[in-house]
């Protein structure tokens, strides 16, 4: 019975879906995005790697606050609302997915992509997501594995002490 319960739970555990705990482990990969300044930021390796600008919900209330994990991601993300394929000029999804938990979600939600307008990032103009340039997603996109911890937050607080904070910084 427990050779074949053994690797049945060995899949299970390693997992890439298999929660991490509440925070994230010092130097793994980990998340921000401070909708006060509509900024992301990266954190790898015990630093912060880079901070880019990004677009959030028109209303504080859309693109939600807490602590999430990394659920889904997609190259070419078909947008369902509309119709849309992956690839399409036409598709508000950009070229990749990065999708989070958010309200008890399963990552095809709320999410961080890329954009086909390109002049919204830094604004308040979202319906929840997080929006960036096509070029920061599809470099920060192999980054960030399944499983990752991000932090989306309204905060004064500099981007290394809200990771200190929540463990993602020694």
Same mark, same amino acid.
């Given at each position: 019975?427990?050779?074949?319960?053994?690797?049945?739970?060995?899949?299970?555990?390693?997992?890439?879906?298999?929660?991490?705990?509440?925070?994230?482990?010092?130097?793994?990969?980990?998340?921000?995005?401070?909708?006060?300044?509509?900024?992301?930021?990266?954190?790898?390796?015990?630093?912060?790697?880079?901070?880019?600008?990004?677009?959030?919900?028109?209303?504080?209330?859309?693109? *939600?606050? +807490?602590?999430?994990? =990394?659920?889904?991601? $997609? #190259?070419?993300?078909?947008? /369902?609302?509309?119709? %849309?394929? &992956?690839?399409?000029?036409?598709? *508000?999804? +950009?070229?990749?997915? =990065?999708?989070?938990? $958010? #309200?008890?979600?399963?990552? /095809?939600?709320?999410? %961080?992509? &890329?954009?086909?307008?390109?002049?919204?990032? +830094?604004?308040?103009?979202?319906?929840?997501?997080?929006?960036?340039?096509?070029?920061?997603?599809?470099?920060?996109?192999?980054?960030?594995?399944?499983?990752?911890?991000?932090?989306?937050?309204?905060?004064?607080?500099?981007?290394?002490?809200?990771?200190?904070?929540?463990?993602?910084?020694?």
């Amino acid at each position: 019975m427990l050779k074949i319960l053994s690797p049945i739970l060995m899949t299970f555990f390693l997992s890439p879906l298999w929660p991490l705990g509440p925070n994230p482990v010092p130097g793994d990969p980990f998340v921000i995005v401070n909708k006060s300044r509509n900024e992301l930021a990266f954190i790898s390796e015990n630093k912060v790697q880079t901070v880019v600008s990004v677009g959030t919900g028109m209303t504080q209330e859309l693109t *939600p606050e +807490g602590l999430f994990t =990394i659920t889904v991601k $997609a #190259k070419d993300p078909y947008f /369902r609302r509309g119709n %849309i394929p &992956g690839g399409d000029p036409a598709n *508000p999804l +950009g070229v990749r997915w =990065i999708g989070f938990d $958010a #309200k008890g979600t399963d990552g /095809r939600i709320y999410g %961080i992509h &890329g954009t086909n307008q390109p002049a919204s990032i +830094g604004k308040y103009v979202s319906q929840g997501c997080i929006r960036s340039q096509n070029e920061v997603i599809s470099s920060l996109f192999p980054l960030i594995p399944l499983g990752t911890k991000i932090l989306v937050i309204t905060s004064k607080k500099s981007f290394e002490k809200l990771a200190q904070e929540n463990g993602a910084i020694k």
